[in-house]
């Protein structure tokens, strides 16, 4: 059974970098897709960014483009979010996320994913 294992996160400041970091243990192929998204308190899971094998391309929510990036790692079937300048509306679990979704329209679905993450904290203290 393939399964995503994440690392990182952790309680930083404002304005503050983090790097979180996604390996998916299976094989990649066709439409695959990588990323994260995440879920504040009482709030409802939302997209953060994506990375899709093929093209490559790289998706990101309005609300981060600018200052996260992700990239991957072709070698360790890996994908890293690096978040500069974070922000306390940044606070959430981050999910990290892989899957075959149906196409670019699609990439930003949650449920076009097949394997979920234990989720990881990133806390942004003002």
């Known amino acids: 059974q393939a399964q995503v294992v994440e690392s990182g996160g952790g309680l930083v400041q404002a304005g503050d970098s983090l790097r979180l970091s996604c390996t998916y243990s299976?094989?990649?192929?066709?439409?695959?897709?990588m990323g994260w998204f995440r879920q504040g308190s009482g709030k409802e899971r939302e997209f953060v960014a994506i990375?899709?094998?093929?093209?490559?391309?790289?998706f990101y929510s309005d609300s981060v483009r600018g200052r996260f990036t992700i990239s991957r790692d072709n070698n360790q079937n890996t994908v890293y979010l690096q978040m500069n300048n974070l922000k306390p509306e940044d606070t959430a679990v981050y999910f990290c996320?892989?899957?075959?979704?149906?196409?670019?329209?699609?990439?930003?679905?949650?449920?076009?994913?097949?394997?979920w993450g234990q989720g990881t904290q990133v806390t942004v203290s003002s």
């Open positions: 996320a892989a899957g075959w979704p149906a196409g670019t329209t699609r990439v930003r679905t949650a449920s076009e994913y097949t394997y």
């Open positions: 299976g094989r990649p192929f066709g439409e695959y897709a």
């Open positions: 990375f899709r094998w093929r093209g490559p391309m790289q």
